[in-house]
């Protein structure tokens, strides 16, 4: 079965770091680009962060950019977002997907919080 799990969400403050982690599996990871979504309450999915198949090209919302940095580790078929100078601006359930073509693989999301 084809699983995503995201983890790593919580409370922080503005200013703040954090990272969330997926864990990816029942699939070929290495044949998967990777991207993070968000959703904060009343608003619509957002693109956040992209990374390829390879490892060797990433983008970037233009509201996360200098702050956020996606990575993969292909061993473990893990994905990180690590999140710098978090603005509250930024709470949201954030989303892992995998995408091959016109597959896509999503996972059911972490909160994260950044609150005073």
């Known amino acids: 079965q084809v699983q995503l799990v995201e983890s790593g969400g919580g409370l922080v403050q503005p200013g703040g770091s954090l990272r969330l982690s997926c864990a990816a599996s029942?699939?070929?990871?290495?044949?998967?680009?990777m991207r993070w979504f968000r959703q904060a309450p009343g608003k619509e999915r957002e693109f956040v962060a992209y990374?390829?198949?390879?490892?060797?090209?990433?983008s970037y919302a233009d509201s996360v950019k200098d702050r956020f940095t996606i990575s993969r580790d292909k061993a473990n078929n893990m994905v990180y977002l690590q999140m710098n100078s978090l603005k509250p601006e930024d709470t949201a359930v954030y989303y892992c997907?995998?995408?091959?073509?016109?597959?896509?693989?999503w996972g059911q999301g972490t909160q994260v919080t950044v609150s005073s």
């Open positions: 990374i390829s198949s390879s490892g060797g090209s990433s």
């Open positions: 029942g699939f070929t990871f290495s044949f998967y680009a």
């Open positions: 997907k995998a995408s091959r073509g016109t597959l896509e693989f």
